[in-house]
C-alpha cells in the first residue's frame, strides 16, 4: 500500500509534464521580402520586426511612447439643446437626420486622437553577402531570441538579436566561423522631424521629435543610440554610419528614449534615459545579458504548455504550413499559434508599459491604419481576452491602468459633454488618454466605451478574489456607472431605459434603410450596462460600501431593456426586429452577452442560447482576422468544438497581400488586412475556451473539443477563482487531471468522465464560491413570428459536476474513470 500511495502522485506528475515545448519555433528558408514576412520581438516598451536579409538586415524599430501630438483634451462643450435634438429625432425615426447633426454637433472639432508612430529603421549591409546558400532563420518564441544563418563565400554566418527585457536595449551579434569575416555598414533612419545626428563616445547618436497631428503640435522627443563592441578588425564611427571591417564579432546596443513620463507630463530627460539604458546593456557580458533575458521570458512563457500532436506537417517551414493548415493535419501549427499569442502578448504588454495598440507595439508607418491607437469598441479589449486564462495576469496590467486613466480624462468628458456625472469613454483613446468622440458619428457616436473596459477591471478580480484590488479599482468602475446612471434616457414606446444616441458598432441597420448606424437601446449597449451595474452592485456589497447607489443601480437595471429573439429566431441586435440573415458585418456586437459575457448560458437561458447560435449562423464565417478570432470565442461557447476549428482554420490562411481577405501573414500576425493584432489574440483566448470554460458557474473540461484533437495535453490554464488547470485527455475525455489552488475555496468541476480521490462530490446546488457567480437576466422578449425549438435537458443540470474544497496553494490529483 505504502508503494501505491508513493507510485500513484508519480505516475499523475509523468503525464502533466509539458509536452511539444521543444518546437516553439517560426522558421523560414528565406529571407522576409516585405514587413508581414519580417519576424516580431518586443520587451513591452521596445519593439524590432527583423528581416533576416543576408545582404542587409533590416531592423525595424518601435519605441511604445513615440506618438504624435502631445498632451491634451479632444473633448468640446455641446451646443444648448444638441444631445436632446438628437435623441429626438432618433425617437422619431429621423436617423439618417440624427446622424448627421451629430457628426456636425457632437463628435470632437479638435482631433480624433495621435497617431502611434515608428521610430524608424537600422539596416546593416554586408558586402558580398548577395550570393548565398543554406539560409535559415527563426523566432524561438520560447527564448524571445531571433536567428538567422547563411553560407557566403564558403563562411558561415549567424546573427542572434533579441529585444532584452532586463537591460532594455535591442542586442545584435554578429559571427562567423572564420575569423576576420564580419565586414558590414550600419545606418540608422527616421521618418521623424527636426532630426539631429552626431558622434558622441563611439556611439551613433540620433534625437527627433514626433510631428502635429489635427493642429496638435508635436511635442514628444525621442533619442536613439547604436553602440557596437567589436572584436578584431577595425571599425569606424561617422555622424551617419558605422563602419566595421574584418571583425571577428560584433555586437550592437540598440537603446531608444523619450521624453514622456505619462500622458499628461513630457518633462522627461530623454538623453538621460537614453545613456542609462546604453550603459546599462553595454556594461554587461553579452552570455550574462542573454541568459537575464531570457530567464526573464521564461518566467511568463514557461506557465504553459499545450501539446495537440504532431504530424510530417511540422517538419516544413511557417508560411508553408500556413498555407496549407486547411488541406493536411497540423495539430502542432494549432498549439504553436496559441503559444505565439502568449508570446505577443508578454513582448508587447509588460507591467509598467503602454498597453498594447491594434498592432501590439509593432508599426513601420508614420500614419498607420487608424491611427494604431486604442479602439475601444472591440479590439483594445479582444488583445486582453487571454491574459488571465492563458496564465498572463501580469500582462493585463498596462490596460487595467489605462481604464484607470481614462477614468480620469473621462470624468471632464462627462461633465463637459454631457453634463454627467462620473466618466465617459467613447470608441477610441490614444497615449493621451483622449475620451471624447473621434471620426464620424456612424463609428464613433458609442458612448459605451467606459462601460467595456471597466470589465476588464471585473474580471481580474474574479480570478484572483482579491479584496483589496477590488477595493482600489471600485471608485473607477462606480465612475463608469454613475456616467450610465445620469446618461441613460427612457425610450418612449416601452419606457425602458436606454443609451442614446449609440451605435450598434459600426452596423448600419434597416430603420434607416441600412444609410445610418445611429440608434437607442442597442442590444450591446444593454448587455454592457446589465453587466456594469451588477459588478458595481455586487462590488458595494462585498465591500460593504454605497448601499444607497447600489439600490439606484437596481431598478435602472430592472428597467434596462431585455435581450430580443426577432422573427428569423436570432438574437435582436437593435431595439426593433431588423436584422437581416443576409448581414454579413464583421462586428458581431450583439453577441457580447455570449462572449466574453456570461449572461447568455445553454442551461440558463437555452432560448437565448439558441438564438445567438442562428444570429452567428446567418453573419457566416469569412470575415476579417480579428472577426475570425472572435468567431472561434462564440463557437467555443456554443460548444461546437468542430465549428470552432473551422474558425480557426479560416484564420490561419496564407494572407499574401489581398485587399479584403482576413487570415494570418506568414510572420503569423494577423491580417485584417492590414495587420492588427488582436485576431491573434482573440484566437489565442478562443483556443483556450475550447479547452475549459469557467463562465457559467463551473470549470467545465474540454467543453468544446475538436473532433480533430483527440489526444493531448495542456498544463497551466486557469479558471476563474484563481484554479489552475494541468490535464491529459484521450479519445476526446480526460484522462489525467490536476488541479492547483492559488487562494482555496470550492472548485467546481465539470466533465464528462467521474471524478475520484481527495474528498470530491458530487455538486448540489448553486457554485458556493462566489467568483462563479452567474447573472440573473431578464427573461427574454420573443416575437411571435420566432419559431424556436429548444429541447430540455433530459439529464440534471449538476450531472457529472463535482465540488471539491480547496485550501490555498494545494495541488490535487485525481483518477477519472470513463
Excluded at 375 to 392: D, G, S
Excluded at 531 to 550: H, M, P, Q, T, Y
Excluded at 762 to 788: C, H, V
Aim: charged residues 20%; hydrophobic residues 35%.
Amino acid at each position: 500500500m505504502m508503494i501505491k500511495r508513493i507510485l500513484l502522485p508519480l505516475l499523475f506528475c509523468s503525464v502533466l509534464q509539458p509536452g511539444a515545448q521543444e518546437n516553439l519555433k517560426l522558421w523560414y528558408d528565406k529571407p522576409a521580402l516585405d514587413w508581414n514576412q519580417a519576424l516580431p520581438l518586443g520587451n513591452g516598451r521596445l519593439g524590432a520586426m527583423v528581416f533576416g536579409g543576408p545582404a542587409v538586415e533590416h531592423l525595424q524599430l518601435n519605441e511604445e511612447t513615440i506618438w504624435a501630438g502631445s498632451p491634451n483634451s479632444n473633448a468640446h462643450k455641446l451646443e444648448y439643446g444638441v444631445l436632446d435634438k438628437v435623441r429626438q429625432l432618433i425617437f422619431e425615426g429621423k436617423y439618417i437626420e440624427a446622424q448627421d447633426l451629430a457628426t456636425a454637433k457632437i463628435m470632437s472639432p479638435k482631433n480624433h486622437g495621435m497617431p502611434y508612430q515608428t521610430m524608424g529603421d537600422i539596416f546593416i549591409s554586408f558586402p558580398g553577402h548577395d550570393g548565398y546558400t543554406d539560409y535559415y532563420r527563426d523566432l524561438n518564441i520560447s527564448d524571445a531570441i531571433a536567428n538567422v544563418t547563411y553560407k557566403a563565400n564558403g563562411i558561415t554566418y549567424k546573427r542572434e538579436i533579441f529585444t532584452s527585457f532586463t537591460d532594455q536595449a535591442i542586442i545584435v551579434r554578429l559571427t562567423a566561423d572564420r575569423a576576420g569575416s564580419i565586414s558590414c555598414n550600419i545606418l540608422l533612419t527616421t521618418p521623424q522631424e527636426k532630426v539631429e545626428r552626431m558622434m558622441e563616445d563611439d556611439q551613433l547618436v540620433l534625437t527627433a521629435i514626433t510631428p502635429a497631428h489635427e493642429k496638435q503640435s508635436g511635442k514628444v522627443q525621442l533619442e536613439t543610440r547604436v553602440k557596437p563592441r567589436v572584436t578584431g578588425g577595425n571599425c569606424h564611427i561617422s555622424d551617419d554610419i558605422i563602419s566595421i571591417d574584418k571583425a571577428d564579432e560584433v555586437i550592437l546596443y540598440i537603446a531608444i528614449a523619450t521624453n514622456f513620463v505619462n500622458y499628461k507630463d513630457i518633462s522627461g530627460d530623454k538623453t538621460k534615459k537614453c545613456k542609462e539604458y546604453m550603459n546599462r546593456s553595454f556594461s554587461k557580458d553579452y552570455q550574462k545579458a542573454k541568459k537575464e533575458h531570457t530567464v526573464f521570458f521564461q518566467k511568463y512563457m514557461n506557465r504553459m504548455s499545450l501539446d495537440l500532436g504532431k504530424t510530417e506537417a511540422s517538419n516544413r517551414p511557417t508560411d508553408v504550413r500556413i498555407k496549407e493548415f486547411s488541406q493536411t493535419f497540423d495539430p502542432e501549427l494549432a498549439a504553436l499559434y496559441f503559444q505565439f499569442g502568449r508570446y505577443l502578448l508578454i513582448a508587447c504588454s509588460q507591467p509598467d508599459t503602454q498597453p498594447a495598440t491594434l498592432q501590439g507595439i509593432w508599426n513601420d508607418r508614420y500614419l498607420p491604419s487608424w491611427d494604431s491607437k486604442y479602439t475601444c469598441n472591440i479590439n483594445v479589449e479582444m488583445n486582453y481576452w487571454p491574459a488571465e486564462v492563458a496564465n498572463l495576469s501580469e500582462m493585463h496590467d498596462p490596460m487595467l491602468q489605462m481604464v484607470k486613466e481614462v477614468a480620469e480624462t473621462g470624468s471632464h468628458t462627462a461633465e463637459l459633454m454631457y453634463n454627467s456625472r462620473g466618466w465617459a469613454l467613447h470608441h477610441n483613446t490614444d497615449i493621451w488618454r483622449i475620451t471624447g468622440p473621434v471620426d464620424r458619428a456612424a463609428s464613433g457616436m458609442w458612448p459605451t466605451g467606459g462601460a467595456w473596459v471597466s470589465q476588464h477591471l471585473w474580471y481580474r478580480y474574479e480570478y484572483t478574489g482579491d479584496m483589496q484590488y477590488l477595493g482600489s479599482v471600485y471608485p473607477v468602475m462606480k465612475g463608469a456607472a454613475m456616467f450610465f446612471n445620469d446618461f441613460l434616457i427612457e425610450e418612449p414606446v416601452n419606457n425602458r431605459l436606454v443609451v442614446s444616441p449609440s451605435n450598434s458598432p459600426e452596423n448600419a441597420h434597416a430603420g434607416s434603410g441600412n444609410k445610418a448606424t445611429i440608434m437607442a437601446g442597442n442590444t450591446m449597449d444593454n448587455q454592457l450596462v446589465f453587466d456594469l451595474f451588477s459588478n458595481v452592485i455586487k462590488a458595494s456589497e462585498l465591500l460593504g460600501v454605497d448601499k444607497a447607489f447600489s439600490d439606484t443601480l437596481k431598478v435602472k437595471r430592472a428597467k434596462l431593456p431585455p435581450m430580443q429573439i426577432g422573427r428569423h429566431n436570432q438574437l435582436q441586435e437593435w431595439l426593433y426586429d431588423w436584422d437581416s440573415p443576409e448581414d454579413k458585418h464583421r462586428h458581431v456586437s450583439h453577441l457580447y452577452g455570449l462572449y466574453p459575457g456570461n449572461q447568455i448560458s445553454p442551461v440558463r437561458t437555452p432560448e437565448l442560447f439558441e438564438a445567438a447560435r442562428n444570429s452567428l449562423i446567418y453573419r457566416g464565417d469569412p470575415s476579417t482576422g480579428w472577426s475570425m478570432g472572435w468567431k472561434v470565442c462564440l463557437w467555443a461557447r456554443l460548444l461546437d468544438g468542430d465549428h470552432a476549428y473551422k474558425l480557426l482554420a479560416s484564420q490561419l490562411d496564407l494572407a499574401t497581400g489581398e485587399k479584403k481577405k482576413g487570415g494570418t501573414y506568414s510572420n503569423m500576425l494577423d491580417a485584417h488586412p492590414p495587420f492588427q493584432i488582436d485576431g491573434n489574440f482573440g484566437c489565442t483566448a478562443g483556443i483556450a475556451e475550447m479547452l475549459m470554460q469557467s463562465h457559467d458557474g463551473s470549470i467545465h473540461l474540454l467543453p468544446a473539443l475538436p473532433s480533430a484533437w483527440k489526444e493531448g495535453s495542456v498544463k497551466g490554464l486557469v479558471a476563474r477563482g484563481g484554479f489552475v488547470i494541468d490535464m491529459d485527455w484521450k479519445d476526446g475525455k480526460v484522462s489525467a487531471l490536476a488541479v492547483y489552488s492559488r487562494y482555496g475555496g470550492n472548485c467546481r468541476i465539470q466533465t464528462s468522465g467521474r471524478l475520484k480521490g481527495n474528498g470530491i462530490k458530487i455538486a448540489k446546488g448553486n457554485n458556493p464560491n462566489r467568483l462563479f457567480d452567474t447573472p440573473e437576466i431578464q427573461k427574454p422578449l420573443i416575437s411571435d413570428k420566432a419559431t424556436l425549438k429548444i429541447e430540455k435537458p433530459k439529464v440534471n443540470k449538476y450531472a457529472g459536476m463535482y465540488d471539491l474544497g480547496t485550501e490555498q496553494k494545494k495541488t490535487y490529483h485525481f483518477k477519472i474513470t470513463n
